[in-house]
């Protein structure tokens, strides 16, 4: 299966980058426009629903327009910020590590969280910074000096990654025929949330021991916003006989997924795809991988359950777990931390649910 790039031709690869590999099987996800999107186009909005529905994972050419291309630049931006942030040594790295604040903002360290029943441990640290710090919304949390110099920047990626969210959020809302701004009332920039940037590094792996970086999982908020430049993102398509196939990174595109929020809302409707993350195919594997991740989701207070107001959305058969948007995200943001893991499928998400609505 090779991604669908019938849209346009651009480059495939990153400058200074090692190519990614013609010859291993890819994710056929659709590609949508940022330009077509904003400007209303029925087709592209028919094939977000699409998309959302079939597997919630999608291309977004941020390159063909002005709301784009500037959060093509901060993303940039961002690449350098978090290479110099995990520069940093290990001892001062770790002072941010709140999670036995249970909080999940901060710093992970490599090893720190399962990535499968058997305990392997993950090979990826990654930072995490809160929206509602940078914001100004709540208090700001301690960090590394090389983050408190790039708030603004952080600001800026933040805004502009939350403006795509809306846009993504409002025109789903309207594919459900939902009551106007249902959706991203759900979302607001100012409230209280969930929201955040993870920078993330994935060092290369022994040759002789190649196996998962990151386990498998879904999502836990909205909407997810992914920067990358080498491959090692795998999704599992629906299906009972399908097969790990990677996603290849685009240049000028953002590589979007929905998250359980989006499944619950719609009671199954929309997917939050099972996804993990490998050692890069071919020559890739020999480099570090960063990674830049805006992650949307429900207000703390939100209580994830299906929305009423829709003719789209499938009836219940079955009760629905009461669980607010920040308990949700607790149990899935720290469920698999190697110091308080005590059951592997709690810290799941909903990729039972979705498959069990398409079956």
């Not at 360290?109 to 910074?129: C, H």
């Not at 969930?194 to 970086?213: C, H, I, L, S």
């Amino acid at each position: 299966m090779q991604s669908q790039a019938n849209q346009k031709d651009i480059p495939n690869n990153f400058p200074g980058i090692p190519p990614f590999p013609d010859d291993v099987s890819t994710a056929p996800l659709l590609r949508l426009s940022s330009g077509k999107l904003l400007a209303g186009d029925p087709t592209e909005h028919e094939r977000l629903f699409q998309a959302s529905t079939d597997i919630g994972f999608f291309y977004l050419d941020l390159s063909d327009s002005k709301q784009g291309t500037s959060l093509l630049d901060d993303a940039d931006n961002l690449f350098q910020v978090g290479e110099s942030l995990f520069e940093l040594s290990a001892d001062e790295k770790t002072q941010y590590d709140f999670s036995a604040q249970n909080s999940y903002f901060g710093y992970k360290a490599q090893g720190a969280a399962v990535v499968d029943k058997q305990g392997n441990l993950d090979r990826n640290e990654f930072y995490n910074v809160s929206k509602d710090d940078i914001l100004g919304i709540t208090n700001p949390l301690p960090a590394p000096e090389i983050l408190h110099k790039n708030r603004s920047k952080l600001a800026s990626f933040m805004q502009g990654s939350h403006e795509i969210v809306t846009l993504i959020l409002n025109t789903l809302n309207d594919q459900l025929t939902l009551p106007k701004d249902t959706l991203s009332n759900l979302h607001r920039q100012q409230a209280v949330s969930g929201n955040q940037v993870r920078f993330v590094k994935a060092p290369p792996q022994p040759v002789d021991d190649r196996r998962t970086a990151m386990g498998q999982h879904t999502d836990f908020g909205s909407v997810t916003v992914l920067f990358n430049r080498l491959g090692g993102l795998q999704v599992l398509p629906p299906g009972t006989d399908a097969e790990w196939v990677y996603v290849r990174p685009l240049p000028g595109h953002a590589i979007i997924n929905l998250g359980d929020a989006m499944v619950k809302f719609t009671n199954g409707l929309f997917r939050s795809n099972i996804h993990r993350v490998v050692a890069p195919p071919g020559l890739q594997a020999e480099s570090t991988r960063y990674s830049l991740v805006y992650f949307a989701r429900p207000e703390d207070s939100v209580m994830l359950r299906r929305l009423e107001g829709s003719d789209r959305i499938p009836v219940l058969d079955q009760t629905e777990e009461e669980i607010s948007s920040k308990d949700w995200i607790l149990r899935r943001g720290l469920g698999r931390r190697v110091d308080r893991v005590d059951d592997f499928e709690k810290a799941a998400g909903t990729e039972q649910l979705s498959r069990r609505i398409k079956a």
